[in-house]
């Protein structure tokens, strides 16, 4: 190497920026030529120099009190403070906001295509026929058409999944049930309903890609064992519930639903569990307990304004985002 | 991205997330999502650590101390506001610089397009050069020579003396001065061997001997 050749380089060379050959040829220039050497050493002093011009870079005792009374009114991500705007707005900016962190990938497109349609039937019912007598018609077109792509399940709770997830009418069930005026005709209705519902839990399973052939074997034996909770909860959205409108028994029923697709995941994800690494299961863990509280809060919004399409929207929404994180998990 | 920033939170210079959450068992992604959901003290304890490294970068771009106290506080919370348009694959610190010079570029601009002539030498933030002769002549010197590199700082102009800045004051080397300034490899390269030459040229005669390249 000659010093034209080696001189351009000798700043590099002292910035460590050449790669392992070029450095290797400086180097062994400079080894041998006393003038590129000298270049070399006054980078040194150079660089001695201009660090001589050093900065106190010790900030004030209040910068960070400063920095955060600065941060206290505003947000990220939020554009309306929380005290002027309207209630359906803070409900958007504040939900958005919780839901939105969630960075599960998207569910299979046939498992997608399902919740959406029961979501959307849902929100539909709710905007357009609540309480008329068409929302009994359109409600059985969705439903029949919500059967068809197979959205309930009759599993026994066998999760950890926190109480916010359960229906806030839950307890109606019994007294539901003590009132139906057949109860031959009603156990055979619900032997049909839940021999659908058997079948249906499996589809999503299989939408999603959660099960394999053998995992699936599982499932029907847990199916078969029976679900008393999900039973109970399950008679409430039939016509034995009097003065409850149809969109309100087809937001109850889409939410179920979720619930449903959401404890058969929970079970196969509990299994798994141990085959995720300790930085998976603590991301997992995060997004869940931050899904759980989007459903609690988005609940809460939809049981205070249970006309209100939007916080349906959004409660379902977060049930939807809690099947995507298991299957997520599940694929794992 | 949380994994990334995580990644960046634990490999930080000796401060643990866990202690830094004040005896809490907080992990770093539970952290930095709380930051992200608008929680200042988390967004505190992620940032705090970049406070010293902010205020002297601004520090020798603008040339004032006072102001960079002023302008690095404008960058954290430029930095809070931003957190969600974060992209998942930035690493926190580039883009924190980039923050940082974004803030200094609008203040130099808003100021005029003429770098102060000299730095003030009765500046406390100007402080004496390492000096093995501690005496009165000698720190006097130190002064001097502290206060003439600040000057010829910043006669350079903002693209060289943002490139210096980032080679000799914050130690980055060449592909994290392009990630933070948005240049290429070929223009860090370039303007860092123009910033040096004109350095060299302006500190020659504290450089002393043959110096030329």
Known sequence: MKCEESLPLVEQYFDGELDAREAARVEAHLAACAACARAHARLETERALFLAYECDAAPASNFWDDVLAKTGSTKPGAAIPAATAPPRARLRARLGAALAQFAAPRLSPALTAALIFVAIGATIALMKFGGSDESARLSRGIMSAGDRVAQRAPFPDTSNEDAAAQPASAGDADAAHETAPSPERDARATKRREMKEDKSAREIARAGGALNVRERKKVNLVATAGGDELRAARRMTGADLPAESAADRLVREAELKYMAAIRLLTHDVSRRRSRLTPDERARFEQTLAAVDHAIADTRRAARERPRDPVAVQYMLTAYAKKVEVLSEMSRH | ?213
Not at chain 2, 13 to 35: F, H, N, Y
Not at chain 2, 132 to 154: I, N, R, S, Y
């Open chain 2, 1 to 213: 991205m949380m994994e990334r920033l995580a990644i960046e939170l634990l490999a930080g210079p000796g401060r643990e997330p866990c202690a830094d959450a004040k005896g809490s068992m907080e992990t770093p992604v539970e952290l930095i999502a709380r930051a992200r959901r608008g929680d200042g003290e988390a967004f505190r304890l992620i940032f705090e650590r970049y406070t010293r490294p902010i205020i002297s970068f601004i520090f020798y771009m603008v040339g004032r101390r006072e102001l960079a106290e002023e302008l690095a506080q404008e960058t954290f919370l430029r930095a809070f506001k931003g957190m969600d348009a974060l992209r998942d694959d930035a690493r926190l610190s580039t883009w924190l610089f980039g923050i940082a010079r974004n803030v200094a570029r609008e203040s130099l601009r808003a100021r005029g397009t003429e770098p102060p002539a000299s730095v003030n030498m009765d500046d406390p933030a100007v402080t004496q050069a390492r000096d093995a002769a501690p005496t009165p002549a000698g720190h006097l010197f130190g002064k001097e020579l502290g206060a003439a590199v600040g000057a010829a700082l910043l006669a350079l102009d903002e693209d060289k003396r943002l490139v210096f800045t980032l080679k000799f004051y914050q130690q980055r080397n060449y592909e994290e001065i392009a990630a933070i300034t948005g240049f290429s490899r070929a223009k860090v390269r370039n303007d860092l061997c123009r910033a040096r030459a004109e350095m060299r040229r302006r500190l020659k005669p504290y450089l002393g001997g043959d110096n030329e390249m």
